[in-house]
């Protein structure tokens, strides 16, 4: 049982825009900075944002993040094939004085 | 460029011990923090701790206290994760990555652990 809450699927066609919602608390999301990760399969995590919308160099900007209290999601816009993957947010919990992350969400590029 | 390079896959009997190392690259070692990540098979990510390479103090998950210890060599720029009393619900695949508290940028290829009599 995560911390933080995830759809376990999404999926969409290629050119749609799909979200991918993560769901916390006080002691996380309410209180610190949402990260998310692409993981394509037998790779290593990526990190797609950091400080909850904030893009690393390289990271296309179809990819953008937000927060709203507890909650945190990750929007990925003219959706291509290649973006099938699993995607995980993570964050600082003060209450656990560590990182929780969620149970991953896979997206289906129909 | 940032590289991240872990040793190979082990295998280790129920109650070893298993050492991962992490060897970096292409920045200033002492700069950053070394995070561990592990992902059983077809599970998701658990972050295991990290460890500041600048003062060399540890932060690790509660469910790991007592049995993990995370170090660092300064003069190899490697870091390295040991696991104790290792149960067959440690098999996975753990992960080096350069960062902390969640901010994990550059990440290592992976250590597949396998635990098994």
């Known amino acids: 049982q995560s911390v933080l809450t995830q759809p376990p699927s999404a999926s969409g066609t290629p050119g749609q825009r799909v979200t991918i919602s993560c769901s916390g608390g006080?002691?996380?999301?309410?209180?610190?900075?949402v990260y998310w990760y692409q993981q394509l399969p037998g790779t290593a995590p990526k990190l797609l944002i950091y400080?909850?919308?904030q893009r690393p160099s390289g990271v296309p900007d179809r990819f953008s993040g937000s927060k709203s209290g507890s909650s945190a999601s990750l929007a990925i816009s003219g959706l291509r094939s290649e973006d099938g993957a699993d995607y995980y947010c993570a964050a600082w919990d003060d209450s656990l004085s560590g990182v929780v992350f969620g149970g991953g969400t896979k997206l289906t590029v129909l | 460029q940032v590289q991240l390079v872990q040793s190979g896959a082990e295998v280790k009997k129920p109650g070893a011990s298993v050492k991962v190392s992490c060897k970096a690259s292409g920045y200033t070692f002492t700069s950053y923090g070394i995070s561990w990540v592990r992902q059983a098979p077809g599970q998701g990510l658990e972050w295991m701790g990290w460890i500041s390479v600048y003062n060399g103090k540890t932060y690790y998950a509660q469910r790991f206290q007592g049995r993990v210890t995370m170090t660092t060599d300064t003069s190899t720029s490697t870091a390295y994760m040991e696991l104790r009393s290792l149960r067959s619900d440690d098999t996975a695949v753990y992960y080096c990555?350069?960062?902390?508290?969640?901010?994990?940028?550059?990440w290592g290829q992976g250590t597949l652990v396998t635990v098994s009599s």
């Open positions: 400080r909850s919308d």
């Open positions: 990555a350069r960062g902390a508290g969640g901010d994990c940028l550059d």
């Open positions: 006080s002691s996380n999301i309410g209180s610190n900075s």
